[in-house]
């Protein structure tokens, strides 16, 4: 017997300080002028060719623009952590559930990158929340947030477990510089929320997860020391990453969402509503595009918070619910991908979903106008 587990509560928590391109531009302007030649543009752009399919053609209209769409993007203060950001959107999304830590068997954490080097968070959010149950480490790059559910799903649906805490943050800010203009599409986050069996008929139907072996040299880690001498990681972009990108990102989406309607045993035109992975400002068209539906059936926050690795998804979905663009019962698609790591996509009836406050300076209705203004940004 097929039990009904998925989302129960959901929520977000974001960093303190917000960045427009105006900070860049005034502080990096030889960057600027030279944006062409650095590595955003070099990740993002067509290489000397034409469009040879509808990732190239999507990214098109963004390739003047030496930030590629990205608007804002929210970075943590020096003063902050994403363990601080993990324990929160943690704790709300306990709260919205309405259940205590002594009623979670079990937290998953997976963090795009752990705080330690050599690390996982899990432990040392365990500590800080005083969780008395297991808590582990998972990695699957930007593609971990569908792969986190469907882990928690099936534990909570063996009976392994009841409740399962799952936590997701990204803390790119800590580990690209910040003169470096792959970072000026970033963000930092983290979300959170807990699995547990739902009504009858809800929760997730179907999934369906493949590696990305082909992006494994997209990028890569540097270990250096900072001033004091302490080991630091730096992330850099490998060379055959544009190609490797553009190349299978169509396959990528439609392998995940067709296996995963297929394992379901739903049809595209049944799902109400569409959670892309939304890491560029062309992501959501890209996606409708290859699919073929409406987009008004998505939403996309990324002229709001830019990429903020898997935590994109959590963001997605918390404001869909938050602003009545899914409901309860509803069929959502959710889709993600991480560069050597998975890209997954689920099917799932949504469930009466509690959710957490909403994050500090990120107001719902700056966030609707946002996802429904179609205009490109560029400079």
């Not at 993002?44 to 930030?67: H, Q, R, V």
């Not at 909403?358 to 940004?377: A, G, M, T």
Request: proline letters at 4%; glycine letters at 8%; one cysteine or more.
């Amino acid at each position: 017997m097929n039990y009904p587990v998925g989302i129960r509560s959901l929520a977000l928590s974001l960093p303190s300080i917000k960045r427009t391109n105006d900070y860049y531009t005034n502080k990096y302007p030889e960057a600027i002028a030279q944006s062409e030649q650095k590595s955003l543009a070099r990740l993002f752009s067509l290489a000397g060719s034409t469009p040879s399919n509808e990732f190239d053609s999507e990214m098109l209209p963004y390739i003047k623009d030496p930030f590629r769409g990205t608007v804002h993007r929210w970075v943590l203060a020096p003063d902050e952590s994403s363990l601080m950001l993990q324990e929160r959107a943690a704790r709300e999304a306990l709260d919205a559930a309405k259940l205590t830590l002594k009623e979670i068997d079990l937290m998953l954490v997976a963090s795009v990158w752990p705080e330690q080097i050599g690390f996982g968070d899990a432990a040392f959010l365990a500590g800080k929340l005083g969780l008395e149950g297991a808590a582990w480490n998972l990695d699957a790059a930007c593609g971990v947030t569908p792969v986190a559910l469907q882990t928690a799903f099936a534990l909570v649906r063996a009976g392994e477990y009841r409740n399962v805490l799952v936590v997701i943050s990204c803390a790119y800010s800590r580990f690209f510089d910040e003169d470096d203009t792959l970072s000026w599409f970033m963000s930092d986050g983290a979300g959170a929320c807990v699995v547990s069996s739902l009504a009858p008929n809800q929760g997730i139907l179907g999934t369906k997860t493949i590696h990305t072996a082909a992006l494994c040299n997209s990028f890569f880690a540097k270990l250096t020391e900072d001033d004091q001498g302490n080991p630091h990681i730096h992330m850099r972009m490998g060379k055959g990453a544009n190609k490797a990108i553009r190349e299978t990102a169509v396959g990528q989406l439609r392998t995940c969402c067709e296996g995963a309607l297929a394992a379901a045993n739903v049809k595209l035109e049944e799902i109400d509503f569409f959670i892309f992975n939304t890491s560029t400002a062309w992501s959501a068209s890209f996606c409708t595009r290859v699919l073929g539906i409406d987009p008004e059936r998505t939403i996309n926050l990324y002229s709001e918070y830019a990429n903020i690795g898997p935590v994109i998804t959590i963001a997605n979905l918390y404001y869909a619910a938050q602003l009545g663009k899914i409901h309860e019962n509803d069929l959502v698609l959710i889709y993600g991908l991480g560069a050597a790591g998975a890209a997954s996509a689920s099917v799932m009836r949504w469930g009466d979903v509690a959710l957490g406050s909403v994050p500090n300076l990120h107001q719902p209705e700056i966030i609707l106008k946002s996802s429904l203004d179609r205009s490109l940004v560029v400079c």
